[in-house]
């Protein structure tokens, strides 16, 4: 048998367990620590992950026995590539899989900002109406600009076709090509910045994009403007964030990621009708979770069977 940890993140775990391989032997749950982590893969072939367990170069070295790590969505900022191949380990995930379902909450997230959804729900509950509430801003024939335009951000694109909005977008590794299906217009920071009703995020985090939406980045947006993120938190400078917020520089914020997670409960994000936020829930629609936890678990039997792995999902190769 081999033995799989399985963080209890991945959710539901039934279908992992279904399309499992019969040699493979799951045990479920870790804390989300390092230390706990190395404790936990002692003996353990694979890891089957989310963005939550800490796979660092620590963690690598720690673990002599890990062969695999299988982490479900595209982000893989919580695991040392370098290290894992260094210590032999061959790391796989499931890019774009999830992409139209984050692509549908950052929408939803743009939708719910702009039209006062939450301020409307907390009218209700306070027994006002209408009169009560400010007038909200359509997103219909704004100019949206978008910050990574990967699998996320040309889906994001897409679905902005209906609203009859301008898309701009900025990323540095594209070709004007990859945008014209969507019709959206390649341009610098600063002027997606400039020109945008609204901003929303979707790279990866990297050093190059880590705080990359700052302080001067919110300056230069407009005080009627909204930000949106559902890729990684810390893209986002969140103090800058709130300051921005709380000194009208923008006019609101949809978020889905943070700095810190889970968001901590006296976070002062919580403390301005202006941001709307959710919890890290923008992949998990349940027709992608299972796609994604099938292609998933099929990359593990693979490579418990010795097949072959499809380089698109192959992040760290030691070979």
Known sequence: MVRALVDQDIKPREILFDVADDRLEFEVGVESDESALIEALADTPVLVTSSRLPVTERVLESAPDLELVAKIGTGLDSVDLVAA?????????????????????ALSLLL??????????????????????????????QTIGIVGFGNVGSRVAGLLDGFNADVLAYDPYVHEIDTQITGAELVSLDRLLT????????????????GMIDEAAFEKLSEDA?????????????????????????????????ETEPLPADSPLHEYDEIVVTPHIAASTDRSRRATIEALIELVNA???EESLPDRFVAADPA
């Open 303 to 305: 490579y418990v069977r």
């Open 226 to 258: 909204t930000l949106v993120n559902t890729a990684r938190g810390p893209i986002v400078d969140q103090s800058a964030l709130v300051d921005a917020i709380r000194t009208g520089s923008i006019a609101g914020a949809g978020l889905d990621v943070f």
């Open 195 to 210: 020109e945008s009703d609204a901003v929303v995020v979707t790279a990866e985090l990297t050093e190059e994009t880590r």
């Open 85 to 105: 191949a260094d210590n032999g380990v061959t790391v796989v995930h499931t890019p774009g899989l999830n992409a139209l379902s984050v692509a549908e909450h």
């Open 112 to 141: 719910a900002v702009n039209r006062n959804v939450f301020l409307g729900q907390q009218a209700l509950e306070a027994g006002k109406w209408r009169d009560a509430m400010p007038t909200s801003r359509p997103v219909a024939g």
